[in-house]
């Protein structure tokens, strides 16, 4: 009796391990069936997705059958059904949130069901990964095992998304679907009406329509109105609201399967209104967020049945005292000053960012965080933050943060693009994920053999950020590491490790070519630090000029930052500007002498940096000396009467960072330091261009110039124009060098 018992249980055990599995293919045959529980077009597209790769696995082309064949009715042993319609009715899904999904097998059937959106395509994506051994890595790039006899052995998970909206950057989600869908991503214009989802006050209330006739839509500040595509509105006026919602109102009409919106401030800080009305409620609420949210909550009463986006950033980012954002306001706070060396928890300035986001968690769980693993001045630089990902996007989720857009350098030649956007995605989905082991498994699936010597890589830069002290800074420079963790000690190890690395994988071309397009940051990074250096090695540079610039054409990197420099007009720029040339200036060394000194630290750093010979580079950190708000005046002495006949002043043109050309420079000479007669007067056109450049401005005489003494007059900008972020505010100009020949 007894011994009966167990044999049955023992066959009872037995025959439960083998009806749970399902067989899809034997020996290259189809054995299974996807089957369309209903007409869904994202159930078909998972359909599709399955078929395709069964077949690239096995050589098995599993039929699908579609809503119309007439065998529907009958499932199948074997059968893989997908969709929430009747043949999957017994499968619970009220747990599964949108793009959320539940696999089970149940008497030898595979049963996908969703909870709406994306999520029975995203159920095929983790079937694929988790049993049937398929990896995504990047632009059409994957791997798998071939097989020609799939089995599933028995499934019942369920998955829901860290975060209902999931936004990144990467080159191939503009090239490749399968890749988007892979890494379970969405665009903004999937989801905000009109794809406006951020920066959308101008369009609403455009400066250029209304900004005449109605300059009190707009803010006030610094003394009056300040109409400009780059200045905010008055947001106690009541037009503003009422022609604000008749345009969300029509908007919303055109675009009736859109459910969101984005009503949110320009680009630029401190250009908020603080007319007695706005300053008034900011005052009360003390923080410039509460204008704001008061206005939201009035436009998101007039769409009960839509969300209202609104941003908190740079001045809004402080959440408001007293008012609380209606439930259908979305709150998109922006972690944009913050420093990521070190989690937001660990820095002074993630600390402050952490604040405003406990702040603004307390009153609403509506909220969208916005934040930066970039750096936007150097996109090919080392931006070591991957051990911070998982720590911070788990900050995100505790405190009610629901939609998430990482923002990283996703452009082809980005460091790290590839394993950057597949660990970021994978951590929104899942928010649990180890940072450590999702990078060991991209290294290891992506480079094959290189890994480990590219996991070292990482772990020492990493372990050098943090120990240099320095933070890591979305508007670094190279030269900002160069005595950090870019210092030459490093950098000779970073080499070694990548030498080996391409050693490892020498007979193999595609992992190769990895390496190949991942080490670019490094040789960047390189060449830009030894532009700084006065003993530099030319023949060294010139060599890896060269291979530099045949790379980024083999890999077709277009730019090298966020205002699209293109890296083959850097490698040209870097013969004409930064090797080192026989003629030497008479400028060289001359002593400065400020008659209006540049600001703050710049007054000290100028009196050396103006005539050392070095080119500054493209971000104003590094050989850079700047003016803000003011005109500049100073006076180079070449240490006794010279002859010459060119004099050149060099401006950095960089509109993000507030530095503008400047409006006139005049040249004088003097022979006793004291009474100067000006030689030529140069007017200096506005410039919008987004791209950084560097401007010279030159005089050149007919006919010899003798003199000790040169003066160089600047009248700047002074004050932002209306067109620019900074409208109304001071803005800068910025000289590296003075050349007299
Ligand atoms: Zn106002």
């Given at each position: 009796?007894?011994?009966?018992?167990?044999?049955?249980?023992?066959?009872?055990?037995?025959?439960?391990?083998?009806?749970?599995?399902?067989?899809?293919?034997?020996?290259?045959?189809?054995?299974?069936?996807?089957?369309?529980?209903?007409?869904?077009?994202?159930?078909?597209?998972?359909?599709?997705?399955?078929?395709?790769?069964?077949?690239?696995?096995?050589?098995?082309?599993?039929?699908?059958?579609?809503?119309?064949?007439?065998?529907?009715?009958?499932?199948?042993?074997?059968?893989?059904?997908?969709?929430?319609?009747?043949?999957?009715?017994?499968?619970?899904?009220?747990?599964?949130?949108?793009?959320?999904?539940?696999?089970?097998?149940?008497?030898?059937?595979?049963?996908?069901?969703?909870?709406?959106?994306?999520?029975?395509?995203?159920?095929?994506?983790?079937?694929?990964?988790?049993?049937?051994?398929?990896?995504?890595?990047?632009?059409?790039?994957?791997?798998?095992?071939?097989?020609?006899?799939?089995?599933?052995?028995?499934?019942?998970?369920?998955?829901?998304?860290?975060?209902?909206?999931?936004?990144?950057?990467?080159?191939?989600?503009?090239?490749?679907?399968?890749?988007?869908?892979?890494?379970?991503?969405?665009?903004?214009?999937?989801?905000?009406?009109?794809?406006?989802?951020?920066?959308?006050?101008?369009?609403?209330?455009?400066?250029?329509?209304?900004?005449?006739?109605?300059?009190?839509?707009?803010?006030?500040?610094?003394?009056?109105?300040?109409?400009?595509?780059?200045?905010?509105?008055?947001?106690?006026?009541?037009?503003?609201?009422?022609?604000?919602?008749?345009?969300?109102?029509?908007?919303?009409?055109?675009?009736?399967?859109?459910?969101?919106?984005?009503?949110?401030?320009?680009?630029?800080?401190?250009?908020?209104?603080?007319?007695?009305?706005?300053?008034?409620?900011?005052?009360?609420?003390?923080?410039?967020?509460?204008?704001?949210?008061?206005?939201?909550?009035?436009?998101?009463?007039?769409?009960?049945?839509?969300?209202?986006?609104?941003?908190?950033?740079?001045?809004t980012m402080k959440p408001p005292k007293h008012v609380k954002p209606h439930p259908n306001v979305n709150i998109m706070l922006c972690s944009?000053?913050?420093?990521?060396?070190?989690?937001?928890?660990?820095?002074?300035?993630?600390?402050?960012?952490?604040?405003?986001?406990?702040?603004?968690?307390?009153?609403?769980?509506?909220?969208?965080?916005?934040?930066?693993?970039?750096?936007?001045?150097?996109?090919?630089?080392?931006?070591?933050?991957?051990?911070?990902?998982?720590?911070?996007?788990?900050?995100?989720?505790?405190?009610?943060?629901?939609?998430?857009?990482?923002?990283?350098?996703?452009?082809?030649?980005?460091?790290?693009?590839?394993?950057r956007t597949w660990m970021v995605s994978k951590l929104m989905w899942n928010p649990a994920a180890d940072s450590d082991s999702l990078m060991?498994?991209?290294?290891?699936?992506?480079?094959?053999?290189?890994?480990?010597?590219?996991?070292?890589?990482?772990?020492?830069?990493?372990?050098?950020?943090?120990?240099?002290?320095?933070?890591?800074?979305?508007?670094?420079?190279?030269?900002?590491?160069?005595?950090?963790?870019?210092?030459?000690?490093?950098?000779?190890?970073?080499?070694?490790?990548?030498?080996?690395?391409?050693?490892?994988?020498?007979?193999?071309?595609?992992?190769?070519?990895?390496?190949?397009?991942?080490?670019?940051?490094?040789?960047?990074?390189?060449?830009?630090?030894?532009?700084?250096?006065?003993?530099?090695?030319?023949?060294?540079?010139?060599?890896?000029?060269?291979?530099?610039?045949?790379?980024?054409?083999?890999?077709?990197?277009?730019?090298?930052?966020?205002?699209?420099?293109?890296?083959?007009?850097?490698?040209?720029?870097?013969?004409?500007?930064?090797?080192?040339?026989?003629?030497?200036?008479?400028?060289?060394?001359?002593?400065?002498?400020?008659?209006?000194?540049?600001?703050?630290?710049?007054?000290?750093?100028?009196?050396?940096?103006?005539?050392?010979?070095?080119?500054?580079?493209?971000?104003?950190?590094?050989?850079?000396?700047?003016?803000?708000?003011?005109?500049?005046?100073?006076?180079?002495?070449?240490?006794?009467?010279?002859?010459?006949?060119?004099?050149?002043?060099?401006?950095?043109?960089?509109?993000?960072?507030?530095?503008?050309?400047?409006?006139?420079?005049?040249?004088?000479?003097?022979?006793?330091?004291?009474?100067?007669?000006?030689?030529?007067?140069?007017?200096?056109?506005?410039?919008?261009?987004?791209?950084?450049?560097?401007?010279?401005?030159?005089?050149?005489?007919?006919?010899?110039?003798?003199?000790?003494?040169?003066?160089?007059?600047?009248?700047?900008?002074?004050?932002?124009?209306?067109?620019?972020?900074?409208?109304?505010?001071?803005?800068?100009?910025?000289?590296?060098?003075?050349?007299?020949?």
């Amino acid at each position: 009796m007894k011994h009966t018992l167990v044999l049955s249980l023992f066959l009872l055990f037995f025959s439960v391990i083998l009806n749970a599995q399902i067989a899809l293919s034997e020996n290259g045959k189809a054995v299974g069936r996807i089957v369309l529980s209903t007409g869904d077009s994202i159930d078909l597209q998972a359909a599709e997705l399955l078929q395709d790769f069964i077949r690239q696995i096995s050589g098995a082309e599993l039929p699908i059958i579609t809503q119309d064949h007439k065998e529907i009715r009958k499932t199948r042993k074997n059968d893989i059904i997908i969709g929430n319609g009747t043949l999957n009715q017994d499968i619970i899904t009220e747990d599964i949130t949108e793009d959320g999904f539940r696999i089970v097998t149940l008497s030898h059937r595979v049963h996908i069901v969703s909870g709406g959106g994306h999520g029975s395509a995203y159920a095929v994506v983790t079937l694929l990964e988790q049993y049937l051994g398929v990896s995504y890595w990047g632009e059409k790039e994957y791997s798998f095992t071939p097989t020609e006899t799939i089995i599933l052995p028995n499934i019942n998970i369920t998955e829901n998304p860290g975060f209902r909206y999931r936004q990144s950057q990467h080159y191939a989600l503009s090239t490749d679907p399968i890749y988007k869908l892979w890494n379970r991503l969405k665009n903004p214009d999937e989801v905000f009406a009109a794809n406006y989802w951020v920066h959308t006050f101008d369009k609403l209330l455009p400066s250029a329509v209304y900004g005449t006739d109605h300059p009190e839509y707009y803010s006030f500040f610094n003394g009056k109105r300040q109409p400009g595509q780059a200045s905010q509105w008055c947001l106690t006026n009541p037009d503003v609201l009422e022609i604000v919602t008749a345009r969300l109102d029509s908007i919303f009409k055109a675009n009736p399967d859109k459910h969101i919106i984005s009503v949110s401030q320009n680009d630029g800080n401190f250009t908020n209104c603080q007319c007695d009305q706005c300053k008034a409620i900011d005052d009360y609420e003390e923080a410039y967020s509460g204008s704001l949210i008061h206005f939201i909550n009035k436009l998101a009463d007039r769409f009960p049945d839509k969300e209202i986006s609104t941003l908190a950033y740079l001045y809004t980012m402080k959440p408001p005292k007293h008012v609380k954002p209606h439930p259908n306001v979305n709150i998109m706070l922006c972690s944009i000053n913050s420093d990521r060396e070190v989690s937001l928890t660990e820095n002074a300035s993630g600390r402050e960012f952490v604040e405003a986001l406990e702040g603004w968690s307390k009153i609403s769980d509506n909220i969208f965080v916005w934040d930066y693993g970039i750096n936007f001045d150097n996109y090919l630089v080392p931006f070591p933050n991957f051990h911070i990902l998982g720590d911070n996007i788990r900050l995100f989720k505790k405190n009610n943060v629901t939609m998430h857009f990482s923002q990283i350098a996703g452009s082809r030649g980005g460091d790290f693009a590839e394993m950057r956007t597949w660990m970021v995605s994978k951590l929104m989905w899942n928010p649990a994920a180890d940072s450590d082991s999702l990078m060991q498994v991209f290294l290891n699936g992506y480079y094959g053999d290189a890994a480990p010597y590219l996991y070292s890589y990482h772990k020492i830069m990493e372990g050098a950020l943090i120990g240099s002290g320095k933070r890591l800074w979305i508007y670094d420079s190279p030269v900002s590491h160069k005595e950090g963790m870019l210092k030459p000690a490093l950098m000779r190890r970073y080499n070694a490790l990548f030498d080996r690395a391409e050693e490892a994988v020498s007979n193999d071309s595609v992992y190769l070519k990895r390496i190949w397009r991942s080490r670019l940051p490094l040789q960047y990074s390189e060449l830009d630090i030894a532009r700084t250096e006065r003993d530099m090695d030319v023949n060294a540079i010139e060599e890896k000029l060269n291979l530099f610039e045949q790379r980024v054409k083999m890999f077709k990197v277009t730019t090298l930052n966020e205002r699209l420099n293109s890296p083959l007009d850097y490698c040209a720029l870097y013969h004409t500007r930064y090797m080192p040339t026989e003629e030497k200036p008479l400028s060289l060394g001359a002593k400065v002498k400020f008659l209006v000194a540049p600001t703050g630290k710049y007054a000290e750093m100028g009196k050396i940096t103006l005539t050392d010979g070095l080119y500054g580079g493209m971000t104003f950190t590094e050989g850079w000396i700047g003016w803000e708000g003011i005109d500049g005046s100073f006076t180079l002495d070449l240490g006794c009467q010279q002859q010459f006949t060119t004099i050149t002043t060099d401006f950095l043109h960089q509109l993000g960072a507030w530095i503008l050309q400047p409006l006139n420079v005049t040249y004088s000479i003097s022979d006793d330091g004291e009474n100067f007669q000006e030689v030529k007067s140069i007017d200096n056109p506005e410039d919008k261009d987004s791209q950084v450049k560097f401007v010279e401005i030159t005089y050149v005489s007919d006919k010899p110039l003798k003199a000790r003494y040169i003066k160089v007059d600047v009248t700047g900008t002074k004050i932002c124009p209306h067109w620019h972020y900074g409208v109304g505010h001071p803005c800068w100009f910025f000289i590296d060098e003075v050349i007299v020949k």
